[in-house]
T-cell receptor
Framework: SQQGEEDPQALSIQEGENATMNCSYKTSINNLQWYRQNSGRGLVHLILIRSNEREKHSGRLRVTLDTSKKSSSLLITASRAADTASYFCATDGSGNTGKLIFGQGTTLQVKP | GAVVSQHPSWVICKSGTSVKIECRSLDFQATTMFWYRQFPKQSLMLMATSNEGSKATYEQGVEKDKFLINHASLTLSTLTVTSAHPEDSSFYIC???????????FGSGTQLSVL
C-alpha cells in the first residue's frame, strides 16, 4: 500500500520563485528519496537522505528529514520552467530490500 | 549512472491479446527488478518484485496469472500482460537496484492501451 502522503498535490509558481513540497510517511525507514517524473516518462532520481541525516543539498535542491514527525520536504530554489514535472517521495521501509513505496506526488508547474 | 532500458515505449493492442514488456539493465547486473503501474495523475503502485532465477513476489491484489514476470538473466526482466482488457490500460514502469539496494534506476515506461 502507498504510505507516502504529499502536499500540495499541485503547485503553480513563477520562474525564479522557490517551490516547497512536503511528504509524510508512516513506518520507520532507512532512507527517503525524491524522484522527478516528466509527463509520460520514467522517474529520475534526485536525492537520497538517510534516516540519520537531517538535511541534504544538491544544486538547487534542498531536502530535509524529520524522523520524529515522519516527514520530509523538498525545496527547489530559483525555479525554472524546465523544473515543471511531478515530484515523488519514496521510502524504503526498514528492510533495505530496494522496494520503494511512493507518495502521491506533487505536480509542479513553473510559469516562464 | 546506471541505465535501465524499457521496451516498448508504447503499445496498442486488442482486448484478449497478450503484451510483453522488457526491462534491461544495460551496464550493471540487477538481481532484483521491480514492476510498477501508474494510472493517469496518480502515483506508482508496486506490482511485483522480480528476482533473478526465482519466482516473482507479487503485491497484494495483483493477479500473478494475469501479470507474468520472468527474470531469466541478471540483465533482463519481462512483464507479460496476459489476455489484456481495457482496464489494464496503464503506464507500466520497471526499475532495478544496484548492489547497494538503495537508489533505483527506472526505465522510461511503457504506455499500454487496450482497445
Amino acid at each position: 500500500s502507498q504510505q507516502g502522503e504529499e502536499d500540495p498535490q499541485a503547485l503553480s509558481i513563477q520562474e525564479g520563485e522557490n517551490a516547497t513540497m512536503n511528504c509524510s510517511y508512516k513506518t520507520s525507514i532507512n532512507n527517503l528519496q525524491w524522484y522527478r517524473q516528466n509527463s509520460g516518462r520514467g522517474l529520475v532520481h534526485l536525492i537520497l537522505i538517510r534516516s540519520n541525516e537531517r538535511e541534504k543539498h544538491s544544486g538547487r535542491l534542498r531536502v530535509t528529514l524529520d524522523t520524529s514527525k515522519k516527514s520530509s520536504s523538498l525545496l527547489i530554489t530559483a525555479s525554472r520552467a524546465a523544473d515543471t514535472a511531478s515530484y515523488f517521495c519514496a521510502t524504503d521501509g526498514s528492510g533495505n530490500t530496494g522496494k520503494l513505496i511512493f507518495g502521491q506526488g506533487t505536480t509542479l508547474q513553473v510559469k516562464p | 549512472g546506471a541505465v535501465v532500458s524499457q521496451h516498448p515505449s508504447w503499445v496498442i493492442c486488442k482486448s484478449g491479446t497478450s503484451v510483453k514488456i522488457e526491462c534491461r539493465s544495460l551496464d550493471f547486473q540487477a538481481t532484483t527488478m521491480f514492476w510498477y503501474r501508474q494510472f493517469p495523475k496518480q502515483s506508482l503502485m508496486l506490482m511485483a518484485t522480480s528476482n533473478e532465477g526465482s519466482k516473482a513476489t507479487y503485491e497484494q491484489g495483483v493477479e500473478k496469472d494475469k501479470f507474468l514476470i520472468n527474470h531469466a538473466s541478471l540483465t533482463l526482466s519481462t512483464l507479460t500482460v496476459t489476455s489484456a482488457h481495457p482496464e489494464d490500460s496503464s503506464f507500466y514502469i520497471c526499475s532495478a537496484v544496484t548492489g547497494a539496494n538503495e537508489k533505483l534506476f527506472f526505465g522510461s515506461g511503457t504506455q499500454l492501451s487496450v482497445l
